[in-house]
């Protein structure tokens, strides 16, 4: 059974970069079949899709991040990564990564808060 | 980028009632829909995907509707373990994009 883990620092200074792991086990990054996705929810909000990571290697972003944001799959380590950059206050969210979501396959991390601020 | 409406955003319901929200696309999406709960502090399960298929290990009792524009889900008796949030999220188009969610309040 695929487990996702999201780890990374829960603080990040206003201007800085937000980086992000997700550990994963039960299975492989390098399938190439499984579409990887990072989600973000605001504190009292609902889920935002962020991007992902296709099977064919290619990048898609949701247009209101794409500029700041990366994501990319290390095979070595197992595990997708998020970076976001010139992170403000809208950015405090607790941040999810999944696998395949909105299918059979769909599985998601238990997300980890990160909070910007000075 | 498909902009998703839920409705009611929230509601008041006992158990053993039957429930039934809504989710609208602002463009005609075919049947890539998917249903999420979320309970406080929780990751969304995810309920149903393709509109209308029931993800393993998820009770009978709720079952997903609709196509293009406009979707349901519907729970055909209300269980204690049921109140929470309900989302919806397309994944027709990227962007992908979540409803802003149903809430069910216990009555």
């Known amino acids: 059974q695929l487990r996702l883990q999201e780890s990374g620092p829960g603080l990040v200074k206003p201007s800085e970069t937000l980086s992000l792991s997700c550990a994963v086990s039960?299975?492989?990054?390098?399938?190439?079949?499984?579409?990887w996705a990072w989600m973000r929810q605001p504190p009292g909000k609902g889920p935002e899709w962020i991007g992902a990571?296709?099977?064919?290697?290619?990048?898609v972003y949701t247009p209101s991040l794409q500029s700041r944001v990366a994501i990319s799959v290390d095979t070595s380590k197992n595990h997708l990564s998020l970076k976001l950059r010139s992170v403000t206050a809208a950015d405090t969210a607790v941040y999810y990564c999944a696998c395949h979501p909105a299918s059979l396959l769909d599985s998601w991390g238990q997300g980890v808060l990160v909070t910007v601020s000075s | 980028a498909i902009q998703m409406t839920q409705y009611p955003s929230s509601l008041s319901a006992s158990v053993g009632d039957r429930v039934t929200f809504t989710c609208r696309a602002s463009?005609?999406?075919?049947?890539?829909l998917a249903w999420y709960q979320q309970k406080p502090g929780r990751a969304p399960q995810l309920l149903i995907y393709?509109?209308?298929k029931l993800q393993s290990g998820v009770p009978s009792r709720f079952s997903g509707s609709g196509s293009a524009t406009y979707f349901t889900l519907t729970i055909s008796s209300l269980q204690p373990e049921d109140f929470a949030t309900y989302y919806c999220l397309q994944d027709h188009n990227f962007p992908w994009t979540f409803g802003q969610g149903t809430r069910v309040e216990m009555k």
């Open positions: 990571f296709l099977y064919d290697g290619n990048t």
């Open positions: 039960g299975g492989s990054v390098s399938r190439n079949n499984f579409p």
């Open positions: 393709a509109a209308s």
């Open positions: 463009q005609g999406i075919r049947s890539d």
